[in-house]
């Protein structure tokens, strides 16, 4: 065996490897982070502390927004003279945007070590030794899913919440979408699978579960069972020890009564929504080729609340699609009206290459599109106000989330998150006025005061129940060990109110 050279020598007395994963963009990108985190980790990297570079930083990408480009280059330009002053240091970023942008990616910045693409992120680890062992880059793009990404090593971010994903990939072709193309053809998991993950997932701890999809509704396409989905929920339903299912994001071409019966009739199955819209005129739902039309999306919403009436319903939207005239604008302001939704994710629509709604005639002029926005902005959030107001005195119990929660000159409170994914900062007292102890992961029951367009204030006495989630994020966060996770997200998840 020959011996080891100098710089092997100095890497083994400086420790293992450090690494960083930032992510971008939606809960799948979250997901697969955590894949690649528990990768890095089962390689022997660690997480880098909070005020270091890393060894190894890893971008997880997202191409839906018109700025995700620049977005992405702008963060490897800023971090090209600090590897240059770091010897070893190494740079990988995949996800979407390098799925689609393959070797453009080590053209335009030189400096990057791996691209991968959302196919294969479990060759992460052999692909940054390749590239170091051949001191050159390596592109590694697969055409279709070959590891499902639940079946790899994970770091989740959190002791008491876990995402679970159902499928991959989407047969939708939605005109102003490139996520089929990046993502592929959906990919079912096998129902005993994903049970058999949450049950495990429950078994260390975790109390509330969101099952992903980019179209969770028509999960069981692939085995042929359409009604796979509402089985699912109802199969959640049994599991012990599992206190919240939430899932997104479903279509409303494909949204079947059976999905809002098993919401409704299982409890741990949470009354919230998030059903996309982009638009309330048919006629540019029909140029987004979304098969559906405004009668039957509120006709769903108007289901959904029959069953569950204190369902909360957020949505996303875009303004300025190509053609959108007026009219067509102002039939988007009457469903908002309607829906009354709890939140909503608005975007101004932005060309994205390889999109067939990137070459379609009547682009919109960029200061109408502005206007419309602000016009639906005002809308949405008055709308959320005024629901928000609806939950004055109301009681809730709330999934303590991680976090300082908010703080003024006179009180401290944490947050948590209600049922209907409403967030509520809470202070943390009992009846006498006096500090209790509440942990992540724990449940409190606690009364509405105060409402604000974007979240709720309880500020009375709280009622706790400790949970084994607490207990999981005690021993996580106490233990002499205990894990700086580092996986940031830089950009909203969707799906989530803030």
């Not at 005239?325 to 060309?351: G, I, P």
Request: a negative charge.
């Amino acid at each position: 065996m020959s011996a080891p050279t100098t710089e092997q020598t100095a890497e083994q007395a400086a420790g293992p490897r450090t690494y960083e994963v930032r992510t971008y963009g939606c809960q799948m990108n979250v997901h697969d982070s955590e894949r690649l985190t528990g990768l890095l980790e089962d390689a022997g990297y660690v997480a880098a502390p909070a005020d270091e570079t890393a060894d190894v930083v890893v971008f997880n990408t997202c191409a839906v927004r018109e700025n995700a480009d620049n977005r992405l280059y702008g963060n490897l330009g800023h971090l090209a003279p600090v590897k240059a002053e770091r010897p070893g240091m190494q740079i990988a970023v995949g996800g979407c945007l390098a799925q689609k942008d393959r070797g453009e990616i080590t053209r335009r910045a030189p400096w990057v070590d791996v691209v991968f693409g959302t196919h294969n992120i479990g060759s992460l680890p052999v692909l940054l030794e390749r590239a170091r062992v051949a001191e050159e880059a390596q592109v590694e793009i697969e055409e279709s899913l070959e590891v499902f990404p639940s079946t790899l090593p994970t770091k989740r971010e959190s002791a008491y919440a876990a995402w679970v994903s159902v499928s991959v990939g989407c047969n939708n072709t939605c005109t102003f979408c490139i996520v089929p193309a990046l993502r592929g053809k959906e990919k079912d998991r096998r129902p005993g699978d994903v049970l058999a993950e949450i049950e495990a997932l429950v078994a260390e701890g975790v109390s509330e579960v969101t099952l992903l999809g980019q179209n969770v509704n028509t999960y069981g396409v692939e085995f042929g069972d359409r009604l796979a989905f509402g089985k699912l929920l109802r199969a959640c339903g049994e599991i012990d020890g599992l206190e919240r299912v939430r899932f997104t994001s479903p279509h409303p071409s494909s949204f079947t009564d059976d999905v809002i019966e098993a919401m409704a009739q299982t409890p741990n199955v949470m009354p919230q929504l998030h059903m996309p819209l982009q638009s309330g005129s048919d006629a540019v739902l029909r140029a987004m080729r979304r098969s559906y039309r405004q009668d039957r999306f509120l006709g769903i919403i108007d289901r959904v609340r029959a069953a569950m009436p204190d369902a909360a319903i957020t949505t996303d939207i875009i303004v300025g699609f190509p053609g959108e005239t007026e009219a067509d604008f102002e039939q988007t302001l009457h469903v908002v009206e309607q829906a009354r939704f709890a939140s909503a994710f608005t975007f101004q629509y932005s060309k994205r290459p390889g999109t067939p709604a990137a070459d379609l005639p009547d682009q919109i002029d960029p200061a109408l599109v502005q206007d419309r926005y602000e016009r639906l902005v005002e809308a949405v959030n008055r709308i959320a106000w005024e629901e928000n107001q609806r939950q004055l005195g109301r009681r809730v119990e709330l999934l303590v989330a991680e976090g300082e929660g908010r703080k003024d000159q006179t009180t401290h409170r944490l947050s948590g998150r209600a049922p209907d994914n409403r967030l509520v900062h809470f202070t943390p007292v009992d009846e006498a006025g006096a500090t209790v102890d509440v942990r992540p992961g724990d449940l409190v029951e606690t009364t509405v005061t105060y409402a604000a367009p974007h979240h709720l204030v309880a500020d009375g006495a709280v009622r706790v129940r400790r949970t084994r989630s607490g207990d999981a994020w005690e021993l996580r966060n106490t233990a002499p060990t205990a894990p700086d996770t580092r996986v940031s997200l830089g950009l909203p998840t969707v799906g989530l109110p803030a």
